[in-house]
């Protein structure tokens, strides 16, 4: 595979600690919901990732398959669940929104967005991700 891009970060105190891109762009603290500590949980920074890449690989298909949308908004919704076993997992719903085109054609762009976006590709097959169109 040919990277296009790497980014790395650092984490320090897990749940309960400090975490910052090694670059200096962005440094942030990090919490458990319900602590009251100010803070984001990973869970709230994964929906941010998975949404903004989602996203993209719906308007990036749009673009080279000359689809006239009018808009596309992804929202992820990350929650965070004990498993059978006593571990965690991660359960996945991707609300996307696409304006300028009927429901059957929507659908068929997300799915094909689904089977390229990295996010996808990474959760597929050990992570249910389920995924809900409106045409707008």
């Given amino acids: 595979m040919k990277i296009l891009f790497k980014a790395r970060a650092s984490a320090v105190g897990g749940r309960?600690?400090?975490a910052s891109l090694d670059d200096g762009s962005l440094s942030l603290d990090i919490a458990m919901?319900?602590?009251g500590r100010k803070g984001v949980s990973p869970e709230q920074?994964?929906?941010i990732?998975?949404?903004a890449c989602f996203d993209n690989a719906v308007l990036h298909l749009a673009?080279?398959?000359k689809i006239p949308?009018?808009?596309s908004k992804t929202s992820a919704e990350v929650g965070l669940g004990q498993t059978e076993g006593g571990g965690f997992a991660l359960d996945i719903d991707l609300y996307v929104e696409i304006g300028g085109l009927p429901l059957d054609q929507a659908e068929a762009l997300v799915a094909e967005a689904h089977k390229i976006?990295?996010?996808s590709n990474a959760t597929r097959g050990n992570i249910?991700?389920?995924l809900h169109v409106t045409a707008i």
Avoid: E, I, Q
């Fill in 16 to 18: 309960a600690g400090h």
């Fill in 33 to 35: 919901p319900g602590t």
């Fill in 45 to 47: 920074l994964f929906a």
């Fill in 49 to 51: 990732g998975y949404a």
């Fill in 63 to 65: 673009r080279l398959k």
């Fill in 69 to 71: 949308l009018t808009s």
């Fill in 117 to 119: 976006c990295p996010y």
């Fill in 128 to 130: 249910d991700v389920r």
